[in-house]
Each structure stands twice: as structure tokens, then as C-alpha cells.
């Protein structure tokens, strides 16, 4: 079992920036990828940007492209998502995801493993 704790969520204002930390622990492997989605009070939970296992290849949503980035430090079995011009429509609580590929991918049936989240809360 692989087990995953986001931290570095909060409340910031519009246009603010943040970044979130995703730990992984138990039995890591790090070629595994690694990704994060979003869920919104009321909505589905998204795709919202996800990274191969050696950090070399990425993919976003394209509600974040250009303001959201993806990274991953595979000696600390940790993965961050950089979120910059923050919005209010960025409020979710935000789940880092694992899966048992090398490869990135974009749903959420294809992630293996879940954290518990850690909310972002954006004010305008």
C-alpha cells in the first residue's frame, strides 16, 4: 500500500499563489505517476494536472495551463503542484493521486492510490 498526505492548503486571496505538497509513504515506488485533481463543493472531482515518473513529462488541464506547474522530487517521495494567479473558481479541496504506471494520465480511474485532501479556498 502506498499512503499520501497533501499539505499547503489554505485561504488566500485572488491572484495570490500556493503550493501544495503531496508525501508519499509505504510502499513507494518512484517510477510511479503521480497526479492532482480538485473537487468543488457540489461537483465532480477533476483532472487538474499530472507527472510521469521521472518528472519528465507533464499534462494539465486546461483550466490551469500557464498558471499551475507540476513537480516531483522522487528522493523525497514528494510531488508539489505550484499554484500561481490564484482564482476563487480554484476553490476545491485538492487530492494528490498515485498510480501503478509510469505514464500520466488524466482519470481518475486510472490512480490506484488517494490522499485525503487539503483545502484551497481562493477570496476575491
Known amino acids: 500500500q502506498v499512503q499520501l498526505v497533501e499539505s499547503g492548503g489554505g485561504l488566500v486571496q485572488a491572484g495570490g499563489s500556493l503550493r501544495l505538497s503531496c508525501a508519499a509513504s509505504g510502499r513507494t515506488n518512484s517510477g510511479y505517476a503521480m497526479g492532482w485533481f480538485r473537487q468543488a463543493p457540489g461537483k465532480e472531482r477533476v483532472f487538474v494536472a499530472s507527472?510521469?515518473?521521472?518528472?519528465?513529462?507533464?499534462n494539465y488541464a486546461d483550466s490551469v495551463k500557464g498558471r499551475f506547474t507540476i513537480s516531483r522530487d522522487n528522493a523525497r517521495n514528494t510531488v508539489y503542484l505550484q499554484m500561481n494567479s490564484l482564482k476563487p473558481e480554484d476553490t476545491a479541496v485538492y487530492y494528490c493521486?498515485?498510480?501503478?504506471?509510469?505514464?500520466?494520465?488524466?482519470?481518475?480511474?486510472?490512480?490506484?492510490?488517494w490522499g485525503q485532501g487539503t483545502q484551497v479556498t481562493v477570496s476575491s
Open positions: 493521486a498515485a498510480r501503478r504506471s509510469y505514464y500520466t494520465a488524466s482519470s481518475r480511474d486510472q490512480y490506484n492510490y
Open positions: 507527472i510521469n515518473g521521472n518528472g519528465g513529462s507533464t
